[in-house]
């Protein structure tokens, strides 16, 4: 049964950066479509971005600037760049694999506080 472990999660200031990064247990990695959702308190979970096979991204727009996706298929791996960060983008952050059905790694705490 294929794993998404994430790491990278934390504490930050507002202006600061973290990189997350998910990382998959089996081979086929290539082949999926990846991406990160977030879930803040009390608020419906969100889109944050994804990168298809072929390496296309699409962002929310609320990220579009400061976030960057991107994949290494040789390690298994799909990272979300996070820049500039602001208190609203604290949430959990889950990665996803977009398969069928939908698997999803446990969820790091991103806190953008001073």
């Known amino acids: 049964q294929v794993q998404l472990v994430e790491s990278g999660g934390g504490l930050v200031q507002p202006g600061g950066s973290l990189r997350l990064s998910c990382a998959a247990s089996?081979?086929?990695?290539?082949?999926?479509?990846m991406g990160w959702y977030r879930q803040a308190p009390e608020k419906e979970r969100e889109l944050v971005a994804y990168v298809t096979t072929g390496g296309n991204t699409k962002y929310a727009d609320s990220v579009k600037g400061r976030f960057t996706i991107s994949r290494d298929n040789g390690k298994k791996t799909v990272y979300l760049q996070m820049n500039s960060l602001k208190p609203e983008d604290t949430a959990v952050y889950s990665c996803?694999?977009?398969?069928?059905?939908?698997?999803w790694g446990q969820g790091t705490q991103v806190t953008v506080s001073s």
């Open positions: 996803y694999q977009g398969r069928d059905p939908v698997v």
């Open positions: 089996e081979s086929s990695f290539s082949i999926y479509r």
